[in-house]
């Protein structure tokens, strides 16, 4: 199995620019996240999804927008990036929704985003 | 509102040494879990282990233990006799059976073991 596969590896943008993260996994779960990952602050979730349709926001949402069409894809979208957006954002699944908090949560490898 | 506190920023060892990594969380839930991952210089995150709020046994893998206290809210990660490869960031995480079950993690504990 593939596991979480998120691409790109790596991105540069220019201020304003817009795009998309991709994430995908094959391992049927129900819960998908996003995280950045910032020197000294540890993970901060983005957003999350409960199931296909069904998509909340983190403890950072601004800037960055989600949508789950289906069970195996969850993108991320900067809308303007910002040089703040600059990070490395991981994409996790989790099997389960409701009461899968008991079940660990599995990475993409990451992507580096930098914005100038 | 959780959350999990890892004083330790950076802790540099000598190979063979013992070192204890700490993790401190807090949370209004009675019912949840504890996870350690692990961050090694190519950048994966890896799962090491969950603890539930239940079970407070500690528990021993190889050169791996985790001491799980809920009187002192903790849940510290020992690596006995230290080796390089364990150079990582250490990430500890706390998921209640609320909220979505979301995970909430530490800022991260970077260990590096020198030869």
Known sequence: NAGVTQTPKFQVLKTGQSMTLQCAQDMNHEYMSWYRQDPGMGLRLIHYSVGAGITDQGEVPNGYNVSRSTTEDFPLRLLSAAPSQTSVYFCASRRGFRSSYNSPLHFGNGTRLTVT | ?115
């Open chain 2, 1 to 115: 509102a959780q959350k999990v506190t890892q004083a330790q920023t950076e802790i540099s060892v000598v190979e063979k040494e013992d070192v204890t990594l700490d993790c401190v969380y807090e949370t209004r839930d009675t019912t949840y879990y504890l996870f350690w991952y692990k961050q090694p210089p190519s950048g994966e995150l890896v799962f090491l282990i969950r603890r539930n709020s239940f079970d407070e046994q500690n528990e021993i893998s190889g050169r791996y233990s985790w001491n799980f206290q809920k009187s002192t809210s903790s849940f510290n990660f020992t690596i006995t006799a230290s080796q390089v490869v364990d150079s990582a960031v250490y990430f500890c995480a706390l998921s209640v059976n609320t909220n979505a079950g979301k995970s909430t993690f530490g800022d991260g504990t970077t260990l590096t073991v020198k030869p």
